[in-house]
T-cell receptor
Framework: GAVVSQHPSWVICKSGTSVKIECRSLDFQATTMFWYRQFPKQSLMLMATSNEGSKATYEQGVEKDKFLINHASLTLSTLTVTSAHPEDSSFYIC?????????????FGPGTRLTVT | GQNIDQPTEMTATEGAIVQINCTYQTSGFNGLFWYQQHAGEAPTFLSYNVLDGLEEKGRFSSFLSRSKGYSYLLLKELQMKDSASYLCAVKDSNYQLIWGAGTKLIIKP
């Protein structure tokens, strides 16, 4: 099956610094990737849809200037948490599928656990 | 608005059968998914239904009734490793996945 990787798998950073998380589709091209955030004991919350070659579409309530998304190629999307604060500590998961319409399964990366101290 | 409802938590016994229900109200429908998520891990795909009826895959089966906006995931011969959260998600008319809050399944010996 299709594989999506994320790097790093976990990161600890100091408050005020920025953290970049990479999401790669290893054996398929993904025109669309999705970024989710999940707090403990809560469900997935879609943050934004990353579209190759264009600007990301952010969900309501997600600050686009704080969570910078870049989808520069068909196999890589990055999420940068800028000026991180302790409340940004969460589990960040990306997912991708080759074509949202006719390839129905979404493949998830293993997730990145971010802890901001 | 769009809404997906599923029970917050269920408990079952090892070797038994459990049914996790999911009801949805979405703008359009392009398929319903069930995912399994163990604590601290990413979700893994279990099943997909787009037409009414039952889809069976080993110990897991998923049922869909589009007219009722209803689905269930049936887990048979429960094993301890089945303890996890089970997420119901629906693709709406824009092919966007709408997620339920998940059902935490606790398996007891």
């Amino acid at each position: 099956g299709a594989v999506v990787s994320q790097h790093p798998s976990w990161v600890i950073c100091k408050s005020g610094t920025s953290v970049k998380i990479e999401c790669r589709s290893l054996d398929f091209q993904a025109t669309t990737m999705f970024w989710y955030r999940q707090f403990p004991k809560q469900s997935l919350m879609l943050m934004a849809t990353s579209n190759e070659g264009s600007k990301a579409t952010y969900e309501q309530g997600v600050e686009k200037d704080k969570f910078l998304i870049n989808h520069a190629s068909l196999t890589l999307s990055t999420l940068t948490v800028t000026s991180a604060h302790p409340e940004d500590s969460s589990f960040y998961i990306c997912s991708a599928n080759p074509r949202a319409e006719d390839f129905y399964e979404q493949y998830f990366g293993p997730g990145t656990r971010l802890t901001v101290t | 608005g769009q809404n997906i409802d599923q029970p917050t938590e269920m408990t079952a016994t090892e070797g038994a059968i459990v049914q996790i229900n999911c009801t949805y109200q979405t703008s359009g429908f392009n398929g319903l998914f069930w995912y399994q998520q163990h604590a601290g891990e990413a979700p893994t795909f279990l099943s997909y239904n787009v037409l009414d009826g039952l889809e069976e895959k080993g110990r897991f089966s998923s049922f869909l009734s589009r007219s009722k906006g209803y689905s269930y995931l049936l887990l048979k011969e429960l094993q301890m490793k089945d303890s996890a959260s089970y997420l119901c998600a629906v693709k709406d008319s824009n092919y966007q996945l709408i997620w339920g809050a998940g059902t935490k399944l606790i398996i007891k010996p």
